[in-house]
């Protein structure tokens, strides 16, 4: 009967420190990103913007090469009101220098998640929203759409302003 309870208290403090090294690899792993999501926020909060909820990261590449890193989520500004922010991130995982580095905008000054996948499904009734997010292309402020069709995965993008649609369509080659 001894014999047993030690065992099982071995196995115990096995199944304890398993769990304890499983958290704390998961902790180094994302210690990056949350480390990308803190300068983000703080590059908002020097102009007077609070973070409330949704941080985002969005990657996408450029007319040259590059890609454009920002770190998009909904805060508030110094009224209060509610407003959609981008923060600009250069190839080093850090936010950039100089004035552009914050991009905010008004929510009701533009088009909601909402108004975008109404839009998006009276489009393409066939489409199936994977997801919707705020980002960049070409230099314009944009809801990412990417979606998927009976045969394919694809990416469109609405300008923020008004949901026009940017002439961008991409298609996804099949895995």
């Given amino acids: 009967m001894k014999r047993k309870k030690k065992w099982i208290w071995i196995s115990l403090l096995v199944l304890v420190l398993l769990l304890f090294g499983l958290q704390r690899y998961y902790v180094y792993v994302t210690q990056d990103q949350r480390n990308e999501e803190a300068m983000a926020i703080e590059a908002a909060q020097q102009q007077d913007i609070t973070f409330t909820q949704d941080i985002r990261k969005y990657v996408w590449g450029g007319k040259d090469g590059a890609d454009n890193i920002y770190w998009t989520f909904l805060g508030k500004n110094k009224d ?96």
């Fill in 80 to 175: 209060k009101q509610d407003v959609l922010v981008w923060v600009k991130f250069d190839n080093t995982n850090k936010p950039v220098t100089g004035s552009d580095v914050v991009h905010s905008e008004l929510v009701q000054n533009g088009m909601s998640e909402t108004q975008i996948r109404n839009r998006f499904s009276s489009e393409v009734p066939g489409g199936e929203i994977k997801r919707i997010m705020p980002g960049v292309v070409n230099g314009i402020y944009v809801w990412q759409v990417y979606y998927n069709d009976d045969t394919h995965n694809y990416y469109r993008f609405y300008r923020f302003s008004n949901g026009e649609q940017v002439d961008l369509v991409y298609t996804l080659p099949n895995s």
